[in-house]
């Protein structure tokens, strides 16, 4: 607390001033004294208030996201989008048709959500290469041979199922790390969606 430089006690020379100089000291110690009072209350509420306004920036802070597991997953909703295009249109069984036409729409709309998600949340948006990168030549070439075999519908919903089951698992992981209340609630969605497709998978054959 700083020394007070008021003006110097004067009581010493009353017997000059016949004690007037007395009075007028109190009177401006008194003063003083309710100032400087006000003053530490004044600093008291300041400082309180930004300690209330710091917890409330702490409390209210955004959570951020997970860049690297949602691109995984985008790449993964890429890449099963990918493999069901053809089959949506050339599968031999209606049902077969059915279920690539299901996976590839909803595969596709989920992963421009997720792309569309990373954007709004100060994430950089994957380019077509970086949502491709994880494309398997070696599914096509077996696909190609299933259908020169006569195994085509099959062979397709067998690697469409372990890949919706791998992409099930990674949306689970995705969940239970991530913090944030809309990230859960789009991982969520995704995962029911998820679900219904594996189900649908196991019933073809």
Do not use: C
């Amino acid at each position: 607390m700083p020394i007070p430089t008021g003006p110097q006690d004067s009581t010493q020379f009353d017997f000059i001033t016949g004690g007037s100089s007395l009075k007028h000291s109190a009177s401006m110690g008194t003063g003083g004294t309710a100032t400087k009072r006000i003053a530490l209350v004044v600093g008291g509420f300041i400082v309180l208030a930004i300690i209330g306004w710091v917890f409330i920036s702490i409390v209210t802070k955004p959570v951020g996201i997970d860049p690297a597991a949602l691109l995984d997953l985008a790449q993964k909703q890429t890449e099963l989008a990918r493999i069901s295009q053809t089959p949506a249109l050339t599968a031999v069984q209606q049902p077969t048709q059915d279920f690539a036409e299901t996976t590839y729409m909803t595969m596709l709309t989920n992963q421009v959500a997720f792309v569309k998600y990373m954007g709004d949340h100060g994430a950089t948006k994957p380019s077509n290469k970086t949502l491709n990168a994880t494309k398997n030549s070696q599914t096509d070439t077996t696909l190609q041979s299933a259908q020169a075999t006569g195994t085509y519908d099959s062979t397709y919903i067998s690697i469409a199922k372990t890949q919706l089951t791998a992409y099930e698992q990674a949306l689970s992981r995705a969940f239970s790390a991530s913090k944030s209340t809309s990230e859960r609630q789009m991982l969520q969605s995704a995962y029911t969606q998820a679900q219904m497709l594996v189900t649908m998978s196991s019933q073809q054959y």
